[in-house]
């Protein structure tokens, strides 16, 4: 299988000052990284798609050090991540999927060994769909100041036979965050849960 | 009066191929968003200088945002374009007071140069709205090749007493430009039109 084709890649930076409340003395970044590709599998039923997530790995990892880059470079400050994929019309829900293993491998393979599992979300669109991409603590799940999500889209993607593939990496809690549960600072960070 | 910002955010995007030719170097755009409070929200108020002042202030930050992200030297930026979206309980003059006196001389001192007008759009908006942005050439109006837009949207922005303001700067025109017109290797530059 060649490469995966790029027609695009956006590359997208929040930061968040504040929402109402104090102004936080280091903002919170939110960063996304998106490939618009082609679908090797568009229009025809594959049986066999298992191979296309190898082709995958250097765009993931290519993605995820633009994250860290965008983000001021340093990996260690990153603190929450996630990823997702809109499959354009004429794919299924299953070429999505192929996302799951090299974008999760190729954040952690950046950040140097995340211990929790990376939140996703996918689904089947047309050009201009969005695409709530969930985010989690890197290191335990159950911290519930780092449940977040950072929305994506292009009004030109996903063509019918294109899929959009994201990253997102953000360096801390919501920026008001004060309802409770598992706190950073109490994690254990071994299980990848708490 | 500065600007109460609550959010920045910063788009660039990439576009590497386009009907199936390769696109080297590839166009790019960049596209940088504040969120800022509405200080004039839910009343009429005669003197817009406020603004203004507020439009001089996100030009410069704007414009410096977008030629950073871009990574390229200020005389690299070959277009540019700013719009802004007003929350429900403003009214479209404060766009056009933010937008029009004072944003565009600190936009390009951010650019070098930029004797062409900064084509320019508004509108009313709620969260989530589309927001398209007009580019043009910097230094000649009438350089067919870089004619374009670019659109930006926000899930949470603007909120009602907020304002969302765009500027956009890229490095390049259209992927495939081929409508003939005036070239920006012919432009002159000199009365911001040809």
């Known amino acids: 299988m060649p490469e995966p084709e790029i027609r695009k890649l956006l590359t997208v930076v929040e930061e968040i000052r504040h929402e ?45 050090r633009r994250l860290v880059e965008a983000l001021g470079g340093d990996p260690a400050r990153v603190e ?3 990823k997702g994929a809109i499959v354009g019309a004429a794919g299924e829900l ?9 974008g999760g491998y190729a954040m952690r393979e950046v950040l140097g060994g995340a211990k929790a599992i990376v939140p996703s979300a996918k689904k089947v669109g047309g050009a201009g769909a969005r695409l709530d991409v969930p985010v989690t603590h890197v290191n335990a799940s159950y911290v519930r100041s780092h449940f977040d999500s950072m929305e994506i889209g292009l009004n030109d993607a996903p063509r019918a036979d294109e899929m959009v593939l994201v990253l997102v990496m953000t360096t801390g809690p919501r ?8 706190e950073a600072w109490d994690i254990k960070g071994e299980d990848g849960l708490r | 009066m500065k600007a109460d910002i609550r959010k920045i955010a910063v788009w660039v995007e990439e576009t590497h191929r386009e009907m199936g030719r ?22 009429y108020v005669e003197d817009l200088t406020d603004l203004m002042e507020i439009g001089a202030e ?27 979206m007003v929350g429900e309980n403003g009214e479209l003059e404060h766009a056009a007071a933010i937008l029009h006196p004072k944003l565009g001389a600190p936009l390009r001192a951010a650019v070098e140069k930029g004797a062409a007008l900064v084509p320019s759009s508004k509108k009313m908006g709620g969260p989530g709205q589309d927001l398209d942005v007009p580019l043009g050439h910097k ?27 765009a500027v956009a700067v890229t490095d390049s025109g259209r992927p495939l430009p081929r409508v003939g017109g005036l070239k920006a290797s ?4 000199k009365d911001g039109l040809r």
């Open chain 2, 186 to 189: 012919e432009a002159e530059g």
């Open chain 1, 175 to 182: 920026v008001h965050s004060r309802s409770g549960g598992l």
């Open chain 2, 58 to 84: 996100l030009g410069g930050l704007l414009g410096d945002r977008c030629v950073r992200a871009l990574g390229i030297e200020p005389h690299q930026a070959e277009s540019y374009g700013k719009a802004a």
């Open chain 1, 80 to 82: 929450g991540y996630g």
């Open chain 2, 139 to 165: 230094d000649a109006a009438y350089v067919r090749s870089h004619f374009d837009g670019v659109e930006v949207r926000m899930n949470d922005a603007p909120r009602a007493n907020e304002i969302m303001v």
């Open chain 1, 20 to 64: 109402g409340g104090p102004r936080a003395e280091r903002p919170l970044l939110r960063a996304a990284a998106v490939a618009v590709i082609k679908n090797p599998f568009a229009g025809r039923y594959e049986p066999e798609i298992q191979g296309f997530m190898e082709d995958l790995k250097p765009l993931g990892l290519m993605m995820a």
């Open chain 2, 22 to 43: 390769d696109i080297a170097p590839a166009t790019r755009k960049a596209v940088a968003v504040a969120v800022i409070a509405n200080p004039f929200a839910g009343r």
């Open chain 1, 94 to 102: 299953e070429h999505g999927a192929l996302w799951h293993a090299p």
